[in-house]
């Protein structure tokens, strides 16, 4: 019998085509690999842009957008390159559940960033947490911090209204008087802010002769000005937002409230001392986040505002405007410090994020998530602008600290 010769099974032939086949079988697999890794990191970004808030939103968009472009062109992460998803969420809180749901759903985004407003955050959040993506919050909230409503996911850039109204509190009420009255924008935003100026007004001794209260978009408050007048309190504060803060400054002063009474606002924005104009204003005080004056002692600050400058065509950013660039910038560098992608293990990241993007040193309180910053303090200024920027002269800067924040216990959060 003659019987054919075989080769051995482990024959340098045989080892070729089996690596050969391996090789072919993997290939697809190396190549989605390095598909997802080039794959943009989606960033969805929900803001009022129609509107009583849309100019501050306008204005956080092309903050955000400036964000994304810096960081693309220091090599964004790995070849990944960032993307900005903006949606209009209508100053609604159902309209903001959908374009966020459609974003996570429909447009697969890694996170969000945005909500201008307390009116719609609380639902951006509810819809982002139930399906575990990371959401950082640039509005003013107390309650999105609240254990209720609180996840690893929820993150909050903005200042909240216990920190700003306290600050201003604490500033106003020695200096101005104890008798207040609030001129109340009747939602979240300015409820929280009542309440942060009467815990702070408590330890001075401050007493609220009324807290009257009108609808959020209103146009006309003449039917409130002759009830203010007639309580002759020492301080004003209009405890309300965009243009509706515009809206009541005018017609406060037109009215000759200034008289005897000194005007404050918890947040005094630029877009809306812009949209004023100096005398409508004049006077008023109140507190911000960030004011681009602070350029000359704050170097974070310069750079900030030189790469807006020269973006926008010679524009300088709002306050609002830097929570969207702060906002953006947090998750991707704590997309770069995680070395990841994921929601978990990028808020695993974020929650230790020690950062200085436009204002000085920021970090997040671990228990709830909330960014400790600084407040400045600000007042109106209608003499002596070097130019049509220039609206506020900088009375003080409340340093960032923990204390002045509402503790994780009472929010409902174990110390961390």
């Not at 309209?95 to 639902?123: C, H, M, P, Y």
Request: aromatic fraction near 8%; include cysteine.
């Amino acid at each position: 019998m003659n019987d054919l010769p075989v080769k051995p099974v482990n024959s340098p032939r045989r080892r070729q085509l089996v690596l050969a086949g391996g090789a072919l079988a993997t290939a697809p697999a190396l190549f989605n690999i390095a598909r997802a890794q080039a794959a943009p990191i989606k960033i969805g970004f929900p803001v009022p842009l129609t509107g009583p808030f849309s100019a501050e939103a306008q204005d956080q968009v092309r903050a955000a957008e400036l964000a994304v472009k810096e960081w693309n062109a220091a090599g964004g992460h790995k070849g990944q390159k960032a993307e900005l998803l903006v949606r209009d969420d209508k100053l609604n809180p159902g309209e903001a559940a959908t374009r966020t749901l459609e974003l996570i759903e429909k447009d697969k985004v890694n996170f969000v960033v945005g909500s201008l407003s307390a009116a719609t955050q609380l639902s951006i959040n509810a819809v982002t947490r139930e399906r575990k993506v990371l959401f950082n919050s640039i509005s003013q909230s107390d309650a999105i911090n609240e254990a209720k409503d609180w996840s690893l996911y929820t993150f909050h850039e903005a200042l909240n209204p216990h920190l700003t109204a306290g600050a201003v509190a604490r500033y106003a009420f020695p200096k101005f008087g104890k008798k207040i009255v609030y001129l109340t924008a009747d939602y979240a935003y300015g409820h929280e802010m009542v309440r942060g100026f009467q815990r702070a007004g408590q330890a001075l001794g401050a007493q609220t002769l009324a807290d009257i209260r009108h609808p959020l978009g209103a146009a006309d408050y003449s039917a409130f000005l002759p009830r203010i007048q007639a309580l002759k309190p020492d301080i004003l504060v209009l405890c309300n937002f965009g243009r509706d803060l515009v809206n009541s400054a005018k017609q406060a002063t037109d009215f000759g409230l200034k008289q005897g009474t000194k005007i404050i606002a918890p947040v005094l924005l630029y877009t809306s001392r812009v949209a004023g104009g100096a005398d409508a204003f004049e006077g008023i005080l109140g507190g911000t986040s960030y004011y681009w004056g602070m350029e000359d002692k704050i170097p974070s600050a310069k750079k900030f505002n030189d790469a807006f400058r020269k973006a926008y065509n010679g524009a300088v950013p709002s306050d609002y405007g830097a929570l969207g660039y702060a906002g953006i910038l947090s998750v991707l560098q704590a997309v770069k410090n995680a070395d990841a992608t994921d929601s978990q293990r990028v808020a695993i990241a974020l929650r230790q994020l020690k950062y200085d993007w436009y204002k000085g040193p920021q970090f997040y309180r671990k228990c709830d998530h909330q960014s400790v910053q600084s407040v400045v303090i600000v007042e109106s200024k209608s003499k002596g602008m070097k130019d049509k920027n220039d609206v506020f002269n900088v009375l003080a800067i409340e340093d960032a600290n923990e204390k002045n924040l509402r503790s994780c216990e009472e929010m409902g959060h174990k110390p961390a």
